[in-house]
C-alpha cells in the first residue's frame, strides 16, 4: 500500500496569512507516461463529508477560491492557502488515486490563531 | 448535477452484517469510466477507503478488509450496494459513498451515514 503522511498534524494560523500542509507518499504517485500526479486534496469542515478542492496535485476544483493552490511532484506535495479566511477552518487531507488501495493522509487540522 | 445519498440502519451489533445503499442521480454507472466508492470515517479519525465499482463491473476492495466486503450495482435503479460482514464496534464509523469520475477521482461524495455497532 502507499502510505500518505501529511505535516503537521495541526497547525493554527492568523487571519490573513499563509498556511501550509504537506503531504509525503512512500512511492512515487507521478505516472511518467501522462506526466500527471495522481494526488488529490480534500477539505472536511466539520458534520461535513470531504469536498475535494485539488486533483492532479495542482488543478483547482470548479468554484474554489484562488487562495488555495497546489504543488509538488512524485513523493512530495503541498497544500497552500495563501490568506487563511475564517470559513477556512477545516481539516484538510490528502489522497493518492494512483493505485489501489486508496489512501489518504491522517489529516491535518487547521485553525484560526 | 451529480448527487449521492447514503441509506441503511444506524445501529447493527457485532457480527451482524451491514447493508448500505448509495442512491444517485446526474450519472449513469453504465456511462464507461464511471464508478462509486465507498469510504468511511471513525468518529474524530481519518478517512478511510473501503471499496470501488465501475461502471464495467470490476470490482476492487480494500486488502484488509476484503474477505468482509461485497460491493453491487443495480444500474436501473442507480444503486451501488455495499455489505460488511462480522461487524465490530471498531467498525463504528461514518460511511460515504462517492462519486469516480473518469479520471480517478472522487470527486462527488454523499452527506455519509453514522453507523454504530454494539457489542
Known amino acids: 500500500d502507499i502510505v500518505m503522511t501529511q505535516s503537521p498534524d495541526s497547525l493554527a494560523v492568523s487571519l490573513g496569512e499563509r498556511a501550509t500542509i504537506n503531504c509525503k507518499s512512500s512511492?512515487?504517485?507521478?505516472?511518467?507516461?501522462?506526466?500527471?500526479?495522481?494526488l488529490a486534496w480534500y477539505q472536511q469542515k466539520p458534520g461535513q463529508p470531504p469536498k475535494l478542492l485539488i486533483y492532479?496535485?495542482?488543478i483547482r476544483e470548479f468554484g474554489v477560491p484562488d487562495r488555495f493552490s497546489g504543488s509538488g511532484s512524485g513523493t512530495d506535495f503541498t497544500l497552500t492557502i495563501s490568506s487563511l479566511q475564517a470559513e477556512d477552518v477545516a481539516v484538510y487531507y490528502c489522497?493518492?488515486?494512483?493505485?489501489?488501495?486508496?489512501?489518504f493522509g491522517q489529516g491535518t487540522k487547521v485553525e484560526i490563531k | 448535477q451529480i448527487t449521492l445519498k447514503e441509506s441503511g440502519p444506524t445501529l447493527v451489533k457485532s457480527t451482524q452484517t451491514l447493508t448500505l445503499t448509495c442512491t444517485f442521480s446526474?450519472?449513469?454507472?453504465?456511462?464507461?469510466?464511471?464508478?462509486v466508492g465507498w469510504i468511511r470515517q471513525p468518529p474524530g479519525k481519518a478517512l478511510e477507503w473501503l471499496a470501488l465499482?465501475?461502471?464495467?463491473?470490476?470490482?476492487r476492495y480494500s486488502p484488509s478488509l476484503k474477505s468482509r466486503l461485497a460491493i453491487t450495482k443495480d444500474t436501473s435503479r442507480n444503486q451501488v450496494v455495499l455489505q460488511m460482514t462480522n461487524m465490530d464496534p471498531v467498525d463504528t464509523a461514518t460511511y460515504y459513498c462517492?462519486?469516480?469520475?473518469?479520471?480517478?477521482?472522487?470527486?462527488?461524495w454523499g452527506r455519509g451515514t453514522l453507523v454504530t455497532v454494539s457489542s
Open positions: 462517492a462519486h469516480r469520475d473518469d479520471e480517478g477521482i472522487f470527486d462527488v
Open positions: 446526474g450519472f449513469s454507472l453504465s456511462t464507461n469510466g464511471m464508478g
Open positions: 465499482i465501475h461502471w464495467d463491473d470490476d470490482k
Open positions: 512511492q512515487t504517485i507521478l505516472y511518467t507516461s501522462n506526466n500527471k500526479n495522481y
Open positions: 492532479w496535485a495542482s
Open positions: 489522497q493518492q488515486y494512483y493505485t489501489i488501495p486508496r489512501t
